[in-house]
Each structure stands twice: as C-alpha cells, then as structure tokens.
C-alpha cells in the first residue's frame, strides 16, 4: 500500500493545479494499480490537504495578513470574502450530489468525456479572451467571483478538473490568465478542505494504522510536488497559453474512450 501512495502523492501534486484534472487521473491510475473501494475514494481526498498545503505556502503573503498595514488587511479581507463568495455555489451543490455524483460519475468513460469536454472549453476561452480588465483580485468584483464559483461546480463532473474550471471562468470573466489562475488555487483551499474533512466525518475517522501510514506518505508526497508545479505552472501561464493542456485532455479522453 506504501508504494500505491507514493505513486498517486505524485500523481495528485502533478496534476491537482494543472488544468487536466486531478481526480480523473487518479481515477485512471487507480484502476491501473487496483486500488479501489471505500478507503481508494477517501484516500483520493484527503491527499489533496498536500497540494493545499503547498499552495498555502507558496501565496503566504496573500494567506498571511500584514497586520502592520492598515491598507493591507483590507485587501485581504476583500480578497477573502471573495473566495467565501466563490466557494458557496460548489459547497451546496456539491453537498446535495454528493452522493449521485459518487455512485454514477467514477469510471473511466465519464472521465474521458469530461477530458474532452473541459479541452473544448478552455479552446474556447482561450479564443474569447480579449480585452482583458481584471490584471489582479482587487480589481474582481463579487459578481465576478460568484460566476467563477458557479463554473468551479463544472468540477463535480470528474474529469472536467476544479483548477480548468475555475480558470475557464476567469478567462470568461476577461482576468488575465495570472489572475485566473491565482484566484483558482484560492479558491482551491476551502473547497479541497471542505471535500477532505467531510470524507473523513462521514467514516467516522474508521481508518486503519496502516491507512493512516499511507495517508500520510501520500499526502506529504503530493505537497512536494504540488509546491514545484504550483512554482513553475505560475510562471508559465504569465506568458504562455492553455492550448497545449487542451491538446492532452482531447488526445488522452480519445485514448480513454478506444480502451474502454
């Protein structure tokens, strides 16, 4: 079980903040590595608090409040109550499909069409963004935060991936990519929290030593790597496009559904 950890932290750091979704490939790899089942669902979840943890660390100026600057705390607290505002529409209806969504949407063709879906869209948005006017989070209304959530709830649909979602919705909302993106891992705090705390409250906390050992390992494997590719993709998207994320997604949900 050590090494299936191992190798789904690093599949979850790689891909948690990457527009190519990271439940969808753990969903894949899972089948690959057999593991599936109860603790498989919850594992799944609760190593993401790693990729949180890396992005908190990264954005700690943002996460941090400088409590020596009057100005300061009041960007954060606007900055904050955006979040709030966006994580609204994901936390209710990801509490009332919960349950459909789980029994229904995991398995490699929902995925697949998902990859493709999502690749379709962020072609489009990438198409339709002109005349930018967001250039950072002060300048993002709450409205605008709002509909950013409501396209994050894209990312119930495993596969479609809660980073492409909410990045395709700044993108419509005309935010720079940056922005986008920054708001994206954000909003990713409360909602990847949100999802790991509730896993764990409905077993009842019932998991082994062994599955703690492995929770564990997983999740500080996923921060590692999450940390260097939060780094490096917000380096990337400063100057560069999300067309080649979408050229995976459409090869890989083809290559999903013809092996199906």
């Given at each position: 079980?050590?090494?299936?950890?191992?190798?789904?932290?690093?599949?979850?750091?790689?891909?948690?903040?990457?527009?190519?979704?990271?439940?969808?490939?753990?969903?894949?790899?899972?089948?690959?590595?057999?593991?599936?089942?109860?603790?498989?669902?919850?594992?799944?979840?609760?190593?993401?608090?790693?990729?949180?943890?890396?992005?908190?660390?990264?954005?700690?100026?943002?996460?941090?409040?400088?409590?020596?600057?009057?100005?300061?705390?009041?960007?954060?607290?606007?900055?904050?109550?955006?979040?709030?505002?966006?994580?609204?529409?994901?936390?209710?209806?990801?509490?009332?499909?919960?349950?459909?969504?789980?029994?229904?949407?995991?398995?490699?063709?929902?995925?697949?069409?998902?990859?493709?879906?999502?690749?379709?869209?962020?072609?489009?948005?990438?198409?339709?963004?002109?005349?930018?006017?967001?250039?950072?989070?002060?300048?993002?209304?709450?409205?605008?935060?709002?509909?950013?959530?409501?396209?994050?709830?894209?990312?119930?649909?495993?596969?479609?991936?809660?980073?492409?979602s909410t990045i395709i919705g700044g993108l419509f909302m005309k935010c720079s990519r940056e922005v986008a993106a920054e708001f994206s891992f954000y909003l990713a705090i409360p909602t990847l929290l949100g999802a790991s705390v509730w896993k764990m409250v409905k077993i009842d906390f019932a998991v082994s030593n062994q599955e703690w050992t492995a929770l564990i390992i997983g999740t500080l494997v996923s921060f590692v790597v999450a940390f260097a590719v939060v780094a490096l993709f917000?380096?990337?998207?400063?100057?560069?496009?999300?067309?080649?994320?979408?050229?995976?997604?459409?090869?890989?949900?083809?290559?999903?559904?013809?092996?199906?």
């Amino acid at each position: 079980m050590i090494l299936k950890a191992i190798i789904l932290g690093i599949v979850e750091g790689l891909t948690e903040f990457l527009p190519i979704s990271s439940t969808g490939h753990l969903i894949i790899v899972n089948k690959f590595i057999n593991f599936t089942g109860k603790f498989a669902n919850l594992f799944d979840v609760v190593i993401q608090v790693g990729a949180i943890l890396a992005v908190i660390i990264y954005f700690k100026n943002k996460i941090v409040p400088d409590l020596k600057s009057e100005t300061g705390i009041k960007d954060y607290f606007l900055l904050w109550t955006k979040v709030a505002v966006g994580f609204i529409p994901a936390l209710i209806l990801g509490v009332i499909f919960e349950d459909i969504i789980d029994r229904y949407f995991f398995n490699i063709y929902t995925v697949a069409i998902a990859m493709i879906t999502g690749a379709i869209l962020l072609i489009i948005a990438e198409l339709t963004l002109k005349n930018i006017k967001i250039n950072s989070d002060k300048q993002m209304s709450f409205l605008s935060a709002f509909i950013i959530g409501v396209f994050q709830c894209l990312a119930l649909w495993p596969g479609m991936s809660r980073s492409a979602s909410t990045i395709i919705g700044g993108l419509f909302m005309k935010c720079s990519r940056e922005v986008a993106a920054e708001f994206s891992f954000y909003l990713a705090i409360p909602t990847l929290l949100g999802a790991s705390v509730w896993k764990m409250v409905k077993i009842d906390f019932a998991v082994s030593n062994q599955e703690w050992t492995a929770l564990i390992i997983g999740t500080l494997v996923s921060f590692v790597v999450a940390f260097a590719v939060v780094a490096l993709f917000m380096k990337y998207i400063k100057n560069k496009t999300l067309y080649p994320f979408s050229a995976y997604r459409i090869v890989l949900g083809i290559v999903l559904l013809l092996t199906i």
